[in-house]
């Protein structure tokens, strides 16, 4: 079993619809959760980081923790076609800077259609 | 935008070929890392550094290697290609904040 699990999609919507992306886990320690956008022949760009359980904010963006479900989600409010992309989920253990440590979803593909 | 550049961003190559991608970045990032991306599965580590001289590997077995001679040079090399190494190569670098990424190598070997 993988330690991250995310859906890979497609996922197509239209714009201005409510979009929810979600990881589940199945590892108790980890404590940073990260969500990562990625273009077409592009590489990763980070969109939201969360320590631990609880929300946060960005503009359009919001990302939840949930820990005592091992479950994280990403929404995207009125969604624009310029979202659409791969959005991949990342987590570690212990300290946030150590990549090394970081374990990726497969992403999940979003086309968001005029 | 973060400055981080790979050369070359696409590279069809034959068997047996010796390849270098070529990954710097002038941001003065200590720590740089190079990531193998297939079609369906997940980001792999396959070799990092923490700074000059200090080359590590990753999680996922590869037979290429790296070198770090200066902070803003991280290249790879594959001695000899096989079509196994087909596959996207990201590489990406982190002064004490987030991850950046280039915009990745696509390497074809026929």
């Known amino acids: 079993q993988k330690e991250v699990e995310q859906d890979p999609g497609p996922l197509s919507v239209p714009e201005g619809a409510i979009v929810s992306l979600n990881c589940t886990y199945s590892?108790?320690?980890?404590?940073?959760f990260m969500w990562y956008r990625q273009y077409s022949r592009k590489g990763p760009e980070l969109l939201m980081y969360t320590y631990s359980s609880g929300n946060k904010e960005d503009g359009r963006f919001t990302a939840q923790v949930d820990k005592s479900s091992k479950y994280i989600s990403l929404f995207i409010r009125d969604s624009q076609p310029s979202d659409s992309a791969t959005y991949l989920c990342a987590m570690s253990v212990g300290n946030a800077g150590n990549n090394r440590k970081l374990i990726w979803g497969l992403g999940t593909s979003l086309a968001v259609n005029p | 935008e973060a400055d981080i550049y790979q050369t070359p961003r696409y590279l069809v190559i034959g068997t047996g070929k010796k390849i270098t991608l070529e990954c710097s970045q002038t941001m003065g990032h200590d720590k740089m890392y190079w990531y193998q991306q297939d079609p369906g599965m997940e980001l792999h580590l396959i070799h990092y550094?923490?700074?000059?001289?200090?080359?590590e590997k990753g999680d996922l077995s590869s037979e290429s290697t790296v070198s770090r001679i200066r902070t803003e040079h991280f290249p790879l090399t594959l001695e000899s290609a096989r079509p196994s190494h087909t596959s996207q190569y990201l590489c990406?670098?982190?002064?004490?904040?987030?991850?950046?990424f280039g915009e990745g190598s696509r390497l074809t070997v026929l």
């Open positions: 590892n108790s320690a980890f404590q940073y």
């Open positions: 990406a670098s982190r002064g004490t904040g987030e991850l950046f």
């Open positions: 550094s923490y700074g000059v001289n200090s080359t």
